[in-house]
């Protein structure tokens, strides 16, 4: 029976693309997990996701994790430098996980996509809608997927936000205000190799954008965004230590909702909450309000907390348990959305006969959550908000952006009387 179950299995060999944080937090449990008990469904069968090959900037953290990864998961192969992507590829992957920096996401994608390979991005995809468009028509050509991490729409209280406006209980969104708070370590530690000319907005408030847009559904209209300097780099750099943004949607009737997403990664390290979450959306007829402090529990242990173990604690997000049965786990929403990208390969892959594979890659694009060709509203924030921030460093603050404008799909127009600028020409 042994012999029949291998022998009936599929298997999807992955590629991964960076191995920081975010891999050790969500990838890293994913893959130990997978390689115990494989994915089932019974349009596809089971199917094996091994770990096949990295690409990482030196290799170190690739061996350190080789050392005591479990014997399932250590037989990548381990691949670093300049062209550690090319031989990723060239080992033979089905997909490619890219988990770098943002501003260089664009590149590996694009790389793994031309390649032939299904592609799972870490937020953002990429930070300019040329660059969305380039990946978006790549993907047609090859006949792959390309999705985009958002695991915050699966974290439950989002979900049940969603579920509550799609069934009409909250009615007619008309405003908002999400907060993000990390410690210094995140910007002084971390991702200090990379936070040059960076800023908290664009890596953490994509998460409160894309909530925004998939919940809502409404249509992005303009972008305003000013920020503070001068604790991770010098006050009149381009170095962000936090940022304000404002969005401003519209509904079909004319009627406007705005939303301000305020993020920072520069709170004292022993702050108790480590790592603050809030969000407050107001309706017609209610208001919902999600806190990460308030909703789940506080715990403190001499020597450990807040830095080495976390008084707040997302249990949801990624928790480690001994379960009642003597199981040890790691998992939450965290790791949940990578499993779904790989159940949407396997259903695309393995889901039936060749002759209707196109047919089930239109339905694992269809799916706005994740598909890169969804992000569009979130892309095109993201595209305006480097934009005025630059501009804003280099002494012409306030701009403002303003996108589907007669002269182009964004548009940045200083303030007073000054010449536009289009970002954007096509439609964002």
Known sequence: MAEQRHQSEHTLRAGMVGMGMIFDETYRPFFEAVSRQPLFDPLFGPCSVALSAVATRTGSRAEAYRKQAPAGVSSFASFHGPKSVEQTLAGGVD?????????RHFEAAKLALGAGKHVLIEK????????????????????VLVKVVYHKLLDPDHKRLRTLYADDVLQHVNNGYCSLLEPKSISGSQFAEWIKGRNPGTYVAVHYIKLIDFTFELRLKRITCTGQRGIVGPSDGNTWDSTQLRLVYAYADGREAAFDIHTSWVTPDNFPGYVE???????????WNGHSRKRGVECTVEGLTPTKLKITMNNHYNGSFLEPWGERSQRGYGTEVIERFMREVAAVEFGGPASERDQRLQAARSLAYNDVSADRQVVAAVQAMEAILERHAAGRPDCVVHVNDPAGGLVLRPPGVGEAEVLYKGTA
């Open 95 to 103: 997909l490619v996980c890219v988990a770098t920096p943002d501003d």
């Open 124 to 143: 953002p995809a990429v930070l300019t809608l040329q660059e969305l468009d380039e990946l978006d028509a790549l993907a047609r050509r090859q006949r």
């Open 277 to 287: 979450q809030e969000v407050q959306f107001r309706f017609d007829n209610g208001v």
